[in-house]
């Protein structure tokens, strides 16, 4: 059987299934778009970006827990808002990730040049719409997540800050294999995640913790 012809909808429980492009079009997952952009409100001083996950719902994903374990633990939690960047919403507050637009299943490989612009695009909407509400606005993501949130900051005008620097990530790549299965969960990337976000919102307490268990 083609995947045309299993995707958009499963009949067993009506799970979005698709390829990126077969989503993007689909009218559930456009509306989802219009509602975010339109009625999500920020009530929180920081914005973070991290990737999605393949599994779904998205705030089941380690590297949401490990960042939302230190966020809670050294008194962000109720100061950071953390929203994914999807190759198929283009953006997802974690508030909304319970809603089943989001729980989707995504067949396919990587996104092309096509799908970052336009994932870019939604991701600027939203910076847009969100300029006022925001003080500092960070990104935690490597490869064409990080180059879409690069599009979008410089294609609405409004600063984020990358968490991984340039040299970060020449020095993180030089761990090979490690680097590419584990990715941002792994203890040397996470460990920079912690000393930046400190830098980054002027957490000074965080910042003196951090040095002390150097």
Same mark, same amino acid.
């Given at each position: 059987?083609?995947?045309?012809?299993?995707?958009?909808?499963?009949?067993?429980?009506?799970?979005?299934?698709?390829?990126?492009?077969?989503?993007?079009?689909?009218?559930?997952?456009?509306?989802?778009?219009?509602?975010?952009?339109?009625?999500?409100?920020?009530? %929180?001083?920081?914005?973070?970006?991290?990737?999605?996950? +393949?599994?779904?719902? =998205? &705030?089941? /994903?380690? *590297?949401?827990?490990?960042?939302?374990?230190?966020?809670?633990?050294?008194?962000?939690?109720?100061?950071?808002?953390?929203?994914?960047?999807?190759?198929?919403?283009?953006?997802?507050?974690?508030?909304?990730?319970?809603?089943?637009?989001?729980?989707?299943?995504?067949?396919?490989?990587?996104?092309?040049?096509?799908?970052?612009?336009?994932?870019?695009?939604?991701?600027?909407?939203?910076?847009?719409?969100?300029?006022?509400?925001?003080?500092?606005?960070?990104?935690?993501?490597?490869?064409?997540?990080?180059?879409?949130? %690069?599009?979008?900051?410089?294609?609405?005008?409004?600063? +984020?800050?990358?968490? =991984? &620097?340039? /040299?970060? *990530?020449?020095?993180?790549?030089?761990?090979?294999?490690?680097?590419?299965?584990?990715?941002?969960?792994?203890?040397?990337?996470?460990?920079?995640?912690?000393?930046?976000?400190?830098?980054?919102?002027?957490?000074?307490?965080?910042?003196?913790?951090?040095?002390?268990?150097?």
């Amino acid at each position: 059987m083609s995947l045309s012809q299993t995707s958009l909808f499963s009949r067993e429980d009506e799970l979005l299934v698709g390829t990126i492009r077969e989503l993007a079009s689909n009218p559930k997952v456009l509306g989802f778009i219009e509602d975010v952009i339109n009625d999500c409100t920020p009530d %929180k001083p920081y914005l973070l970006f991290i990737p999605e996950t +393949i599994h779904k719902p =998205l &705030t089941k /994903s380690r *590297l949401y827990k490990m960042v939302k374990d230190f966020l809670r633990d050294n008194a962000f939690g109720a100061k950071c808002h953390v929203v994914f960047i999807s190759n198929v919403l283009g953006i997802c507050p974690e508030e909304y990730a319970a809603c089943e637009t989001s729980n989707f299943k995504l067949f396919g490989g990587f996104p092309d040049r096509t799908v970052i612009g336009r994932t870019a695009e939604i991701i600027a909407r939203y910076l847009e719409k969100t300029k006022n509400n925001y003080e500092k606005r960070m990104v935690y993501a490597r490869g064409s997540y990080l180059e879409t949130v %690069k599009m979008a900051s410089e294609n609405s005008g409004v600063n +984020i800050e990358s968490i =991984l &620097t340039e /040299s970060d *990530l020449v020095w993180l790549k030089r761990l090979g294999i490690k680097w590419m299965k584990i990715g941002l969960k792994m203890p040397e990337c996470f460990s920079i995640f912690k000393k930046r976000i400190a830098e980054i919102t002027d957490n000074e307490d965080v910042q003196m913790k951090i040095s002390e268990f150097r």
